[in-house]
Protein backbone atom coordinates (compact mmCIF):
# COMPACT_ATOMS: atom_id res chain seq x y z
CA UNK A 1 0.00 0.00 0.00
CA UNK A 2 1.20 3.41 -0.68
CA UNK A 3 2.69 5.09 2.37
CA UNK A 4 0.86 8.13 1.66
CA UNK A 5 -2.07 6.25 3.73
CA UNK A 6 -2.47 6.61 7.21
CA UNK A 7 -2.96 4.19 9.54
CA UNK A 8 -6.85 3.69 10.29
CA UNK A 9 -8.58 1.11 12.30
CA UNK A 10 -10.72 -0.51 9.51
CA UNK A 11 -13.24 -2.94 11.54
CA UNK A 12 -14.02 -3.32 15.32
CA UNK A 13 -15.36 -6.41 16.92
CA UNK A 14 -16.10 -7.31 20.50
CA UNK A 15 -17.43 -10.04 22.48
CA UNK A 16 -18.96 -10.90 26.07
CA UNK A 17 -20.06 -14.55 28.10
CA UNK A 18 -23.33 -15.28 28.37
CA UNK A 19 -23.96 -15.73 32.10
CA UNK A 20 -25.19 -12.35 33.77
CA UNK A 21 -24.07 -11.72 37.88
CA UNK A 22 -26.14 -9.01 38.91
CA UNK A 23 -25.96 -6.73 41.95
CA UNK A 24 -28.58 -9.63 43.79
CA UNK A 25 -25.88 -12.07 43.76
CA UNK A 26 -23.53 -9.89 45.57
CA UNK A 27 -26.13 -9.35 48.49
CA UNK A 28 -25.96 -12.79 49.14
CA UNK A 29 -22.49 -13.77 49.09
CA UNK A 30 -20.88 -9.91 50.69
CA UNK A 31 -22.72 -7.31 52.97
CA UNK A 32 -23.87 -4.75 50.30
CA UNK A 33 -27.26 -3.87 48.78
CA UNK A 34 -28.09 -3.05 45.46
CA UNK A 35 -28.08 0.90 46.19
CA UNK A 36 -24.98 0.42 47.57
CA UNK A 37 -23.00 -0.98 44.33
CA UNK A 38 -24.86 1.39 42.04
CA UNK A 39 -24.65 4.60 44.15
CA UNK A 40 -20.48 3.33 44.40
CA UNK A 41 -19.86 2.42 40.76
CA UNK A 42 -23.00 2.65 38.51
CA UNK A 43 -22.74 -1.09 37.71
CA UNK A 44 -25.98 -2.94 37.58
CA UNK A 45 -24.62 -6.26 36.37
CA UNK A 46 -21.52 -7.98 34.45
CA UNK A 47 -20.60 -11.18 32.50
CA UNK A 48 -18.90 -13.81 33.65
CA UNK A 49 -17.09 -16.16 31.94
CA UNK A 50 -18.09 -20.13 32.15
CA UNK A 51 -16.02 -23.00 33.45
CA UNK A 52 -14.93 -24.27 30.18
CA UNK A 53 -14.16 -20.41 28.78
CA UNK A 54 -10.20 -19.13 28.87
CA UNK A 55 -8.92 -15.29 28.10
CA UNK A 56 -8.29 -17.07 24.45
CA UNK A 57 -11.76 -17.56 24.01
CA UNK A 58 -13.28 -14.44 23.76
CA UNK A 59 -10.18 -13.19 22.17
CA UNK A 60 -11.03 -15.18 19.24
CA UNK A 61 -14.33 -14.25 19.19
CA UNK A 62 -13.76 -10.71 19.18
CA UNK A 63 -11.30 -10.86 16.64
CA UNK A 64 -13.74 -12.84 14.06
CA UNK A 65 -16.21 -10.20 14.44
CA UNK A 66 -13.61 -7.58 13.82
CA UNK A 67 -12.21 -9.51 10.79
CA UNK A 68 -15.70 -9.68 9.52
CA UNK A 69 -16.59 -6.02 9.81
CA UNK A 70 -12.94 -5.61 8.10
CA UNK A 71 -13.92 -7.38 5.23
CA UNK A 72 -10.84 -10.00 6.09
CA UNK A 73 -9.83 -13.49 6.59
CA UNK A 74 -7.53 -14.88 9.16
CA UNK A 75 -4.56 -15.41 6.58
CA UNK A 76 -4.72 -11.89 5.91
CA UNK A 77 -3.35 -10.88 9.31
CA UNK A 78 -0.01 -9.70 9.57
CA UNK A 79 0.54 -9.54 13.59
CA UNK A 80 -1.08 -10.07 16.30
CA UNK A 81 -0.93 -7.87 19.59
CA UNK A 82 -3.17 -8.52 22.97
CA UNK A 83 -3.24 -6.97 25.96
CA UNK A 84 -4.49 -8.57 28.82
CA UNK A 85 -3.30 -9.60 32.71
CA UNK A 86 -5.35 -12.34 32.52
CA UNK A 87 -3.54 -14.62 29.97
CA UNK A 88 -4.29 -18.32 29.43
CA UNK A 89 -0.91 -19.21 31.17
CA UNK A 90 1.94 -17.08 32.74
CA UNK A 91 3.93 -18.25 28.94
CA UNK A 92 2.78 -18.83 26.34
CA UNK A 93 1.32 -15.85 25.22
CA UNK A 94 -2.57 -15.48 24.86
CA UNK A 95 -1.66 -14.08 21.09
CA UNK A 96 -0.05 -17.91 20.00
CA UNK A 97 -3.06 -19.60 20.99
CA UNK A 98 -5.34 -17.11 19.42
CA UNK A 99 -3.38 -17.24 16.29
CA UNK A 100 -3.64 -20.66 15.99
CA UNK A 101 -7.81 -20.93 17.04
CA UNK A 102 -8.03 -18.21 13.61
CA UNK A 103 -5.87 -20.27 11.64
CA UNK A 104 -3.59 -17.26 10.98
CA UNK A 105 -0.58 -17.15 9.21
CA UNK A 106 2.80 -17.77 11.06
CA UNK A 107 3.10 -14.65 12.24
CA UNK A 108 4.21 -12.09 15.07
CA UNK A 109 1.56 -13.13 17.93
CA UNK A 110 2.64 -11.42 21.57
CA UNK A 111 0.53 -10.25 24.71
CA UNK A 112 1.36 -6.85 26.40
CA UNK A 113 0.56 -6.59 29.90
CA UNK A 114 -0.16 -2.76 31.32
CA UNK A 115 -3.56 -3.43 33.49
CA UNK A 116 -6.83 -1.71 32.19
CA UNK A 117 -4.69 0.73 29.78
CA UNK A 118 -3.67 -2.72 28.35
CA UNK A 119 -5.42 -2.19 25.00
CA UNK A 120 -3.96 1.28 24.43
CA UNK A 121 -0.60 -0.45 24.33
CA UNK A 122 -1.45 -3.11 22.31
CA UNK A 123 -3.02 -0.07 20.19
CA UNK A 124 -0.08 1.33 20.18
CA UNK A 125 2.48 -1.03 19.22
CA UNK A 126 0.19 -2.44 16.44
CA UNK A 127 0.31 1.34 15.19
CA UNK A 128 3.80 1.33 15.12
CA UNK A 129 3.55 -2.01 12.89
CA UNK A 130 1.50 -0.68 10.57
CA UNK A 131 3.08 2.38 10.28
CA UNK A 132 7.18 1.55 9.89
CA UNK A 133 7.31 -1.72 8.78
CA UNK A 134 6.07 -3.97 5.80
CA UNK A 135 2.98 -5.53 7.49
CA UNK A 136 -0.62 -4.81 6.27
CA UNK A 137 -2.97 -5.90 8.78
CA UNK A 138 -2.52 -6.17 12.59
CA UNK A 139 -5.45 -7.30 15.04
CA UNK A 140 -5.21 -6.05 18.67
CA UNK A 141 -7.24 -7.11 21.10
CA UNK A 142 -8.05 -6.11 25.11
CA UNK A 143 -9.87 -9.49 26.01
CA UNK A 144 -9.83 -10.37 30.12
CA UNK A 145 -11.06 -13.26 32.28
CA UNK A 146 -10.99 -11.08 35.36
CA UNK A 147 -13.21 -12.70 37.46
CA UNK A 148 -10.88 -15.84 37.98
CA UNK A 149 -8.72 -13.69 39.83
CA UNK A 150 -11.62 -11.75 42.01
CA UNK A 151 -11.85 -12.06 45.64
CA UNK A 152 -15.46 -12.63 46.15
CA UNK A 153 -15.35 -12.36 49.65
CA UNK A 154 -13.76 -9.21 49.75
CA UNK A 155 -16.98 -6.25 49.65
CA UNK A 156 -14.75 -3.66 47.90
CA UNK A 157 -13.64 -5.31 44.95
CA UNK A 158 -15.92 -8.66 44.02
CA UNK A 159 -18.60 -6.32 42.71
CA UNK A 160 -16.53 -4.68 39.96
CA UNK A 161 -15.23 -6.44 37.86
CA UNK A 162 -16.47 -8.37 34.46
CA UNK A 163 -15.34 -10.37 31.75
CA UNK A 164 -15.28 -9.16 27.97
CA UNK A 165 -12.99 -9.39 24.71
CA UNK A 166 -12.72 -6.00 21.90
CA UNK A 167 -10.42 -6.50 18.70
CA UNK A 168 -10.04 -4.24 15.92
CA UNK A 169 -7.93 -4.45 12.60
CA UNK A 170 -5.57 -1.83 11.87
CA UNK A 171 -4.24 -0.91 7.94
CA UNK A 172 -2.93 1.46 6.00
CA UNK A 173 -6.21 3.15 4.45
CA UNK A 174 -7.75 6.10 3.12
CA UNK A 175 -11.36 5.18 3.98
CA UNK A 176 -11.19 3.69 7.53
CA UNK A 177 -11.20 5.38 10.68
CA UNK A 178 -7.72 7.46 11.24
CA UNK A 179 -5.65 7.11 13.84
CA UNK A 180 -4.66 10.82 14.18
CA UNK A 181 -2.55 10.55 17.80
CA UNK A 182 -1.53 7.56 19.99
CA UNK A 183 0.39 7.89 23.92
CA UNK A 184 1.15 5.34 26.41
CA UNK A 185 3.03 6.08 29.61
CA UNK A 186 3.66 4.45 33.08
CA UNK A 187 4.85 5.40 36.45
CA UNK A 188 6.09 2.21 38.68
CA UNK A 189 6.20 4.19 41.67
CA UNK A 190 2.68 3.85 42.46
CA UNK A 191 3.02 -0.19 40.87
CA UNK A 192 0.81 -1.55 44.18
CA UNK A 193 -2.15 0.66 44.22
CA UNK A 194 -3.71 -1.86 42.06
CA UNK A 195 -1.94 -5.44 41.81
CA UNK A 196 -2.16 -9.14 42.41
CA UNK A 197 0.68 -9.70 44.95
CA UNK A 198 1.05 -13.34 44.41
CA UNK A 199 1.94 -15.66 41.27
CA UNK A 200 4.78 -14.13 39.70
CA UNK A 201 8.53 -14.76 40.67
CA UNK A 202 8.74 -12.72 43.69
CA UNK A 203 6.18 -14.13 45.32
CA UNK A 204 5.30 -17.56 43.79
CA UNK A 205 2.52 -19.64 45.01
CA UNK A 206 2.13 -21.29 48.21
CA UNK A 207 0.21 -22.54 50.55
CA UNK A 208 0.99 -19.01 52.51
CA UNK A 209 0.15 -17.33 49.44
CA UNK A 210 -3.19 -19.05 48.65
CA UNK A 211 -4.30 -18.99 52.28
CA UNK A 212 -3.69 -14.96 52.56
CA UNK A 213 -5.60 -14.69 49.35
CA UNK A 214 -2.75 -13.38 47.47
CA UNK A 215 -3.62 -14.17 44.15
CA UNK A 216 -6.75 -12.08 43.97
CA UNK A 217 -6.51 -8.46 42.70
CA UNK A 218 -6.05 -5.92 45.74
CA UNK A 219 -6.58 -2.35 45.10
CA UNK A 220 -6.56 1.26 47.12
CA UNK A 221 -9.63 2.77 46.29
CA UNK A 222 -9.30 6.50 47.20
CA UNK A 223 -6.03 6.96 45.82
CA UNK A 224 -7.34 4.90 42.05
CA UNK A 225 -9.51 7.26 42.34
CA UNK A 226 -7.54 10.32 42.49
CA UNK A 227 -5.12 9.20 39.96
CA UNK A 228 -7.97 7.76 37.33
CA UNK A 229 -9.50 11.51 37.69
CA UNK A 230 -6.10 12.97 37.23
CA UNK A 231 -4.67 10.91 34.51
CA UNK A 232 -8.42 11.31 32.41
CA UNK A 233 -8.50 15.09 32.43
CA UNK A 234 -4.48 15.31 31.89
CA UNK A 235 -4.41 12.72 28.86
CA UNK A 236 -7.53 14.23 26.98
CA UNK A 237 -6.08 17.88 27.32
CA UNK A 238 -2.65 16.75 25.84
CA UNK A 239 -4.26 14.57 23.13
CA UNK A 240 -6.11 17.86 22.30
CA UNK A 241 -3.18 19.81 22.16
CA UNK A 242 -1.14 17.47 20.41
CA UNK A 243 -3.46 17.29 17.39
CA UNK A 244 -4.77 21.32 17.81
CA UNK A 245 -8.41 20.31 18.29
CA UNK A 246 -10.63 22.07 21.04
CA UNK A 247 -13.29 19.97 23.15
CA UNK A 248 -15.88 21.00 21.38
CA UNK A 249 -14.60 19.80 18.53
CA UNK A 250 -14.41 16.18 19.86
CA UNK A 251 -17.68 14.10 18.87
CA UNK A 252 -17.30 11.26 21.78
CA UNK A 253 -15.16 10.35 24.37
CA UNK A 254 -14.50 6.25 24.85
CA UNK A 255 -13.13 6.11 28.61
CA UNK A 256 -12.31 2.76 30.37
CA UNK A 257 -15.17 1.48 31.49
CA UNK A 258 -13.96 1.83 35.67
CA UNK A 259 -16.84 3.60 37.48
CA UNK A 260 -19.20 6.08 37.31
CA UNK A 261 -18.16 8.56 40.03
CA UNK A 262 -14.81 8.76 37.85
CA UNK A 263 -16.04 9.97 34.83
CA UNK A 264 -18.68 11.99 36.15
CA UNK A 265 -15.58 13.84 38.21
CA UNK A 266 -13.55 13.89 35.35
CA UNK A 267 -16.64 15.14 33.05
CA UNK A 268 -17.07 18.14 35.29
CA UNK A 269 -13.66 18.90 35.46
CA UNK A 270 -13.78 18.93 31.51
CA UNK A 271 -16.40 21.06 31.45
CA UNK A 272 -18.37 18.70 29.41
CA UNK A 273 -22.19 16.77 30.13
CA UNK A 274 -22.11 12.78 30.67
CA UNK A 275 -23.35 12.48 27.48
CA UNK A 276 -20.12 13.42 25.25
CA UNK A 277 -18.95 10.15 27.20
CA UNK A 278 -19.65 6.65 25.71
CA UNK A 279 -20.72 4.70 28.76
CA UNK A 280 -21.64 0.75 29.10
CA UNK A 281 -20.35 -0.17 32.79
CA UNK A 282 -23.76 -0.16 34.02
CA UNK A 283 -23.85 -3.57 32.42
CA UNK A 284 -20.68 -4.62 31.61
CA UNK A 285 -18.67 -3.62 34.98
CA UNK A 286 -15.02 -2.95 34.66
CA UNK A 287 -13.35 -5.38 32.44
CA UNK A 288 -9.92 -3.91 32.21
CA UNK A 289 -7.86 -4.01 29.09
CA UNK A 290 -11.40 -5.04 27.45
CA UNK A 291 -13.80 -2.31 28.51
CA UNK A 292 -12.32 0.21 26.08
CA UNK A 293 -12.88 -2.27 22.86
CA UNK A 294 -15.99 -3.44 23.61
CA UNK A 295 -16.99 0.17 24.20
CA UNK A 296 -15.98 1.42 20.81
CA UNK A 297 -17.14 -1.64 18.89
CA UNK A 298 -20.47 -0.34 20.59
CA UNK A 299 -20.51 2.94 19.30
CA UNK A 300 -19.45 1.95 16.08
CA UNK A 301 -22.57 -0.01 15.56
CA UNK A 302 -24.73 2.31 16.84
CA UNK A 303 -24.54 4.89 14.02
CA UNK A 304 -23.75 7.34 16.55
CA UNK A 305 -20.62 8.72 14.72
CA UNK A 306 -20.60 10.03 10.83
CA UNK A 307 -17.82 10.18 8.83
CA UNK A 308 -15.68 13.32 9.93
CA UNK A 309 -16.38 13.01 13.67
CA UNK A 310 -13.10 12.87 16.04
CA UNK A 311 -13.21 10.94 18.77
CA UNK A 312 -10.72 10.12 21.90
CA UNK A 313 -9.94 6.89 23.59
CA UNK A 314 -8.54 7.02 27.33
CA UNK A 315 -7.84 4.71 29.77
CA UNK A 316 -5.71 4.19 33.22
CA UNK A 317 -4.41 1.38 35.13
CA UNK A 318 -2.48 -0.31 37.11
CA UNK A 319 1.44 -0.02 36.64
CA UNK A 320 0.15 2.85 37.32
CA UNK A 321 0.05 3.08 33.03
CA UNK A 322 -2.31 5.47 30.97
CA UNK A 323 -3.07 6.04 27.41
CA UNK A 324 -4.70 8.37 24.82
CA UNK A 325 -5.81 7.62 21.14
CA UNK A 326 -7.37 9.99 18.70
CA UNK A 327 -9.67 9.17 16.03
CA UNK A 328 -10.95 10.78 12.95
CA UNK A 329 -14.07 8.58 12.03
Known sequence: MSDSKKVSIVGTGSY???KILTNAYFQKIVDTTDEWIISRTGIKERHVVDEN????DLAVRAAQNALAAANLAPEDLDVIVIGTVTPDHVFPSTACYVQCKLGARQIPAFDVSAA???FLYALNTGYQYISNGPYKNALVIGAECLTRITDYKDRNTCILFGDGAGAVILQKSDTGHEILYTNVAADGSGAEMMYMPAGGSKRPPSHKTIDERQHFIQL??????????LK???QIKESLAKTHLKIEDITLIVPHQVNMRILEAAAEKLGISMDRLVINIE????S???SLPMALDEVARS?????????????FGGGLTWGSTVIRW
Open 16 to 18: IPE
Open 53 to 56: EATS
Open 116 to 118: CSG
Open 220 to 229: RGREVFRFAV
Open 232 to 234: MTQ
Open 283 to 286: KRGN
Open 288 to 290: SSA
Open 303 to 315: GRLKKGDYIILVA
